[in-house]
């Protein structure tokens, strides 16, 4: 990943192969932003002209490259638009500045290092560029290297090179923070606090763009039992034949038409000095073909991201690990491959699970919801604190909220409004959802305790319903419903890149600090 540094050099005297300014929508054209006052100094003060007479205007995202003053040992300007300047006497906020970094990092692809002189008054602001930074430059590449070699020793080789064999840029080397303070005890923390959190949202990245015949829920397990064994986590993996002894019927179901055979993931980290216990449950479809409600062609081509709630969950764990935060954190991975053959649970069967329940599967797309009940249910045992759930639930939610926004239910709504406030305090566009009550009545079964189906209109709002009967008595829970922003198939924004997300990571690791620091009682 990029590496990252503080500096209290001169933007002038830098080497580098670029100097990244600020430049923010004022009401007569583009300003300059605070930590460029050098730079534009080096222009006689006029960088704001040049940059409007190149048709920059400082909207968010925009990326405006022009030659560096003389003198300077940085042969390029890089001016990137943090969108409209805020009202007088008020800072840029963390998300402006977070968006800016990323585009600018993305646009250094192939750089080997870059000084950011975007406005920093505080280590907070600090943090949110080095997030940006390290989350902008991400780039998945190990299946785009020459031959065919992708995953191959050579074609690990090659992640390190400015450019690889095909000629595609690798991602920006080296991003210095000029306006940092290297010996500064709060700097330091923030952008070691950003790094870690970066590389395992990354790592999650990665695990959501790996092709599904690369990551089956054994492949997965792997993963997180070396990253348990590497940052002091303990994981417990239960086979298909532990899940089948212990009765998890939903999480067998699901995975019953596979060669690829499921697994149960616990991670614990634990803290000499906590006082509450959080447990992340995540959905963990490595391949979602709809089963033998085999989804319609169109449907099928990104369903390797269906283990976006799993992939967030474990980032999250081994975050609160690296950053030694005094709370307990459980997670729990709930993986399958929910594929169609003669072995195949069928619409109309009935599933008994782990919790005693029976449930009358009508559609076997409503796969999800099966392996995170019992999930829930073992989660539930341990009597947390409270217990959140992250899930590609529904593309009911996505017609509610759109590509980028998330939705939040919960059976405590202090609970709700408490995530909603974390999730767009670290720049995760969420919303809060309702439970109606009357939904519930859609999923009565004659023939079981309960159908996955209820009503299609609200049906992001049934799925909620049908988790919520297999939470422990009286746990506060809430569910992450992320199928909208958990994967994104436009043009790379701010610091989101084309594909895996890693949507909802930063969401747990700051509701895990919040709890640890007391702040959610």
Known sequence: MTAL???????????????????????KGPLVAPGAESVDKAYGGKLASVLETLGASGAEGEVTKLPAPSGFKAPVVLAVGLGPAPEKDRAYEGEA???????????????????????????????????????????FDAY???????????GKAAKGKAK??????????????????????????????????????????????????????????????????????KVQVLDEKALAKGGYGGILGVGAGSAAPPRLVKLSYTSSKAKKHLAFVGKGITYDSG??????AGHNETMKCDMSGAAAVFAAVVAAARLGLEVNVTGWLALAENMPSGSATRPGDVLRMYSGKTVEVLNTDAEG??????????????????????????????????????????????????????????GEPSWPMPMPEHLRKGMDSPTADIANMGERMGGGLVAGLFLRE????????????IA?????????????????????????????ERTAAGDLG
Request: hydrophobic content about 45%; charged content about 25%.
């Open 369 to 426: 919801r099966l392996v995170l009940a019992d999930a829930l249910t073992k989660a539930s045992e341990e009597q947390p604190d409270a217990i959140v759930d992250v899930a590609t639930l529904t593309g009911a939610m996505v017609l509610a909220l759109g590509d980028r926004t998330f939705g939040i239910m919960a059976n405590d709504d202090a609970f709700r409004a408490s995530i909603h406030e974390v999730a767009e305090e670290v």
């Open 144 to 154: 785009k290297n020459a031959a065919g070699d992708g995953g191959t020793a050579k």
């Open 164 to 233: 690889d064999e095909n000629g595609a840029k690798g991602p920006l080397a080296e991003a210095t923070l000029l306006g940092g303070k290297p010996r500064d005890k709060a700097y330091k923390a923030a952008v070691e606090r950003a790094v870690a959190v970066s590389e395992e949202l990354n790592r999650a990245r990665d695990l959501i763009n790996t092709p599904p015949n690369d990551l089956d829920p054994e492949a997965f397990a792997a993963v997180a039992t070396a990253a348990g064994k590497e940052h002091g986590i």
């Open 291 to 296: 089963g033998i409600s085999l989804k319609p």
């Open 484 to 512: 909208g922003p958990a994967f994104h198939e436009g043009a790379p924004y701010g610091y989101t890149p084309k594909g895996g997300t890693g949507s909802a990571v930063r969401t747990l690791v700051r509701l895990a």
């Open 97 to 139: 500045l977070r968006r800016a970094a990323g585009a600018a990092a993305r646009a250094l692809a192939g750089a080997k290092k870059a000084g950011f002189a975007l406005p920093v008054e505080d280590a907070a602001d600090a943090g949110a560029i080095a997030e940006g930074a390290l989350l902008g430059a991400y780039s």
């Open 470 to 481: 297999f939470v422990g008595e009286g746990i506060t829970w809430a569910h992450l419903d």
């Open 5 to 27: 540094t503080l500096s209290t050099a001169a933007a002038s005297g830098l080497r580098a192969d670029a100097i990244v300014v600020g430049v923010a929508k004022g009401a």
